[in-house]
């Protein structure tokens, strides 16, 4: 049993789910444990979205133990066993108005990392619990530019889940939901970039590669008009049938499953013909605006009805079997660089 971080204590009611849980549904400790163990090969990340009140402006910031999408890692792991906390990022992308972008995803090897349950510190950069709200400060350079990104970006969240729903077959990797609403004020000079907005916390964590887990995989999370915040899951696993999730929580953290039906394509990106599908779907999105076309992953804006409610978040569409190519992880240097 992990140790449980010092979380207010009106914020760990536990909300016993509406609906028929999936098989791999459980509860945990609510919150984050930034100690938490990770497996050598394995991963552990929290990640956090935000899109401004004015609809302009969006973050991203992903913390990594041991970072999936590193071609560092990856090929220590070709060699062998490899540790994850050789391995960890502060990642942090910035969506301004008119597509404008800065991002700073600097790998650090574990001489830069310190963590206890309520911290992270890597490098020059933090995250702190202070029993409100998670606090991260920023002190980076963005690539491949080499301009500042410093501030701070606060996570406020309206409860902490205590929800734990697997992934895969074989109970690998699991999927936490820390807390799917939140307030988010975004705060980084260096940037001339102020505002607040809806936001998104959850985590991941694995106790092997994600490349053994999945082939790819689809996700939305959404607020909607009502105030719910709506996610949608479709794990692939190959030639296996998908793994799908379709939930829904509200403000005091408390969670509903719904039935998951058959994902729908969506258009591919532009640049790097990456395939979407949107995971639920009853109805086309009325906007899918493309905020990341990569080799191997997209992350858009998105507007569609669940359930006949509207709503607009985040979605994300991932192809593990494009990652794993050679030629996709000769690239991701020049966006990722690493600091011993």
């Avoid at 098989?23 to 935000?50: M, S």
């Avoid at 009502?226 to 949608?232: F, L, Q, S, T």
Wanted: charged share 25%.
């Amino acid at each position: 049993m992990q140790d449980s971080p010092k979380h207010d204590a009106n914020s760990m009611e536990v909300k016993p789910p509406v609906g028929d849980p999936p098989e791999g549904y459980n509860q945990r400790a609510p919150g984050i444990n930034f100690a938490e163990p990770v497996n050598d090969n394995g991963y552990l990340w929290w990640y956090v979205d935000a899109l401004s009140d004015d609809g302009t402006q969006a973050i991203t910031m992903i913390i990594f133990v041991g970072s999936v999408f590193s071609p560092y890692y990856a090929r220590a792991r070709r060699r062998g066993t490899a540790s994850a906390e050789n391995h960890c990022a502060f990642n942090t992308i910035l969506y301004g108005p008119s597509g404008k972008k800065r991002w700073s995803m600097t790998e650090r090897d574990s001489t830069g990392l310190e963590r206890d349950s309520n911290s992270y510190r890597l490098g020059p950069s933090r995250i702190d619990w202070d029993g409100e709200s998670f606090l991260a400060k920023i002190d980076e350079r963005c690539t491949p530019f080499a301009q500042r990104m410093q501030g701070s970006i606060r996570v406020t969240p309206a409860a902490l889940t205590s929800h734990s729903l697997q992934l895969d077959d074989r109970a690998r990797h699991f999927w936490n939901p820390i807390a799917p609403i939140a307030r988010v004020d975004v705060d980084l000079p260096s940037l001339n970039t102020h505002w607040s907005g809806d936001g998104y916390l959850d985590s991941n964590r694995g106790e092997e590669p994600l490349a053994d887990g999945f082939s790819g995989w689809d996700w939305t999370r959404a607020r909607l008009s009502n105030g719910d915040c709506a996610v949608r899951y479709e794990a692939r696993h190959g030639l296996r049938k998908p793994h799908r999730l379709a939930l829904r929580f509200k403000d005091d953290g408390s969670i509903t499953f719904e039935n998951p039906a058959e994902s729908s394509a969506l258009p591919r990106t532009s640049v790097w013909r990456v395939d979407r599908r949107m995971p639920s779907a009853e109805a086309k999105p009325t906007r899918l605006q493309t905020l990341e076309d990569t080799p191997f992953y997209a992350r858009s804006l998105i507007e569609a009805n669940f359930d006949g409610e509207p709503g607009a978040g985040i979605h994300e569409s991932l192809s593990m079997t494009r990652f794993e190519k050679r030629w996709v992880q000769t690239l991701l240097p020049f966006r990722m660089p690493r600091l011993i």
